[in-house]
């Protein structure tokens, strides 16, 4: 009897110290808005990983990255079951992911675990997305890391020198503090999605995550430009990053899937095959029927395409050369 009544009242104290916390997390100072602290929030926790360079994010890989993801004070908290959530600010670079990092969007993360559990903390995210692949996933209605792309725990320190093979070739990098340790994490099975009610009030209007992360037709508010000044500190392409990257050159293969008629497909499965080195990529073309892969190695290749019920178009063999782009359109028969 003893044990039961003890245990209540611990249950309700762990509630009563959630609600604390978690209202003295979700109301913003006097004058500003929830997004402006958020924003504020995120450029104080970048600064301070990169406060400490033996420990913190690589510079050449943030120069690398097309896309990176602020996201502080996640919440996660367990009673019988548990679970995480928090809200924070994914940013990419302009001109397809080689330019600077401009375009700003709001982001929430949430994901899930059951079991017997008691506790809360509050976990800083950053997530690298290191190719255009990555960054077009953050424009689906939802993103499960290590679902839809792969996710690897990040290296630390002042280069990317020792960093693992998986980590050089993964599409997202991702890293956590907690308790002021910081250190790489592979945040496999959380959900990210993208925040029109942020963004809506951010913006002072409707803007969707494209038009901000790909087109890049929407400038940053001024509230944003702290964490930009960070980030492009520490993120800025280097003219030796360029030189590198111009001698290692990925080569492109684009094109669009129709239909015997000219109609465009979308969710066509596209799978594009290098024998001769023993990789392949698939994916699905988009609402006008178009797919793209980058960070292509020169070499041979067969395009295929394929829909269900449909059926499939003839392979097309194509050969890309180092740093050149090229291509290929497929019909569904």
Known sequence: M??????????????AMMSVLLV?????????????????????????IMNTPDSGIPRDLLARAACVGIIPSVKKF????????GAGYVICRTNQGTGPLAGLSGFSISGG??????????????????????MEKLLQDKFTLGGDASVAAGPVGRTAAAATDAQMHAKILGYSRSKGLFAGLALEGAVLRPSPDDNEKLY?????????????????????QPLLSALASYAATKPAARSEKKAEAKSILSGQVRDSSGAVIPDARVS?????????RTMSTNETGRYAASDLQAGSYEVRAAVPGLGDA??????????ASAAVDLTIH
């Not at 367990?78 to 959530?85: E, I, K, V």
């Not at 675990?113 to 990555?134: E, H, I, K, P, R």
């Open 272 to 280: 594009i095959v290098n024998a001769e080195a023993g990789t392949s």
């Open 78 to 85: 367990a009673l019988g079951f548990g679970g995480r959530h």
């Open 113 to 134: 675990s059951f079991g017997l559990q008691l506790g809360f903390s509050a976990t800083d995210y950053v997530l690298l997305f290191m190719n255009t692949v990555g």
């Open 314 to 323: 003839a392979p097309q063999q194509v050969v890309l050369r180092a740093g």
């Open 204 to 224: 002072g209007r409707e803007v969707s995550a494209k038009e901000l992360l790909l087109d890049g037709t929407v400038p940053p508010p001024a509230e944003a």
């Open 24 to 48: 003295s997390q979700l109301t913003p100072a006097w004058g500003k808005s929830k997004q402006a602290e958020r924003l504020e929030r995120s450029a104080e926790v970048f600064q301070e």
């Open 2 to 15: 003893m044990a039961k009544k003890m245990l209540r009242n611990l249950v309700r104290l762990t509630c």
